[in-house]
């Protein structure tokens, strides 16, 4: 009884965890003139290398598969309270080509993190311990893919923003008409089926893995309930084109990419945190 309240309690602040953190650096962000850009990125690197070398030592307690996912998943924390610590949304002004290190911060931050979500796909579809059937893993190895592959799509075009504008300008155009042309339909759209399928791969996961009673059941419901606001806000997005009804701005926070690394994060904590009655013993 005792270590399940332990790990509750454990539970409870690792997801909270991140803001805690992300919040206490925000006070260095380099948004605020008077800070340092380089003191922050220490600062992140610092809190980052400690997070993980806990991580690594959590490797001799978690011998098994999942509980090996789920402390990569743990690991997308560090690149979530690097962005939290940023405090403010991406500057799409022209005032962005004065410091446009603050916007390619901010999707390095992203790229971590879709890279550690790629080393996740590859040890949860190479693991011994995933035993779904042949065509069902084939249809997520695709929606995994793509999810994967969208991300890095999508925050190479936007951590190339500031040149773009930049390049968009020199050639006299106008600055207010960048944004329709960088970010069109076509651009829309594949963000969109990005947003689906990563939506839909979460939603898969959280429920396979409490089937496998490797989460309890508040990670699903909370999963699988952001996971379809997201999935709502991505057909918005799409029929809309972000011209979202009058009353409903808020479902924009539901597209931001760093939503999906936060709730996959909170699985990872899930996993970690699950009361096993086999370690009661050791």
């Known amino acids: 009884m005792k270590k399940k ?68 998943l743990f690991l997308l924390i560090c690149p979530i309270l690097g ?34 979500f790629g080393v996740f796909i590859l040890f949860l579809f190479r693991s011994s311990s995933l035993t779904i059937k042949k065509s069902t893993r084939w249809i997520m190895i695709a929606i ?15 951590y190339s923003y500031p040149e773009a504008l930049k390049e968009w300008i020199s050639q006299g155009k106008n600055a207010e008409a960048f944004v329709k042309s960088y970010d069109n339909s076509t651009i829309i759209t594949i963000g969109v089926i990005g947003r689906f399928c990563q939506f839909i791969a979460i939603i898969w996961l959280s429920v396979y893995l409490y089937r496998l009673r490797q989460i309890n059941i508040w990670s699903p419901i909370l999963s699988v309930f952001l996971s379809l606001l997201g999935i709502i806000t991505a057909t918005v997005v799409y029929i809309t084109e972000f011209n979202f009804p009058k009353g409903f701005e808020f479902l924009m926070l539901f597209f931001i990419p760093g939503i999906p690394f936060l709730v996959l994060y909170w699985i990872g904590v899930a996993v970690l945190t699950r009361f096993r009655k086999s370690r009661v013993a050791v």
Do not use: C
Not at 53 to 70: C, V, W
């Open 5 to 72: 309240i332990v790990l509750t309690l454990a539970a409870l602040v690792l997801i909270i965890l991140p803001f805690l953190i992300g919040n206490s650096i925000g006070n260095y962000s380099p948004y605020v003139e008077a800070n340092s850009f380089q003191v922050y990125v220490l600062i992140w690197a610092i809190i980052s290398i400690a997070l993980t070398s806990i991580a690594l030592l959590l490797l001799k307690y978690y011998p098994q598969s999942f509980e090996r996912i789920g402390i990569l």
């Open 144 to 158: 995994f893919t793509y999810a994967f592959a969208e991300f890095i799509w999508e925050f190479n075009h936007h």
């Open 83 to 116: 962005i939290i610590g940023l405090v403010k949304a991406p500057d799409l002004s022209l005032k962005m080509l004065e410091h446009p290190e603050r916007e390619h911060l901010r999707y390095t931050f992203l790229f971590i993190a879709a890279l550690l």
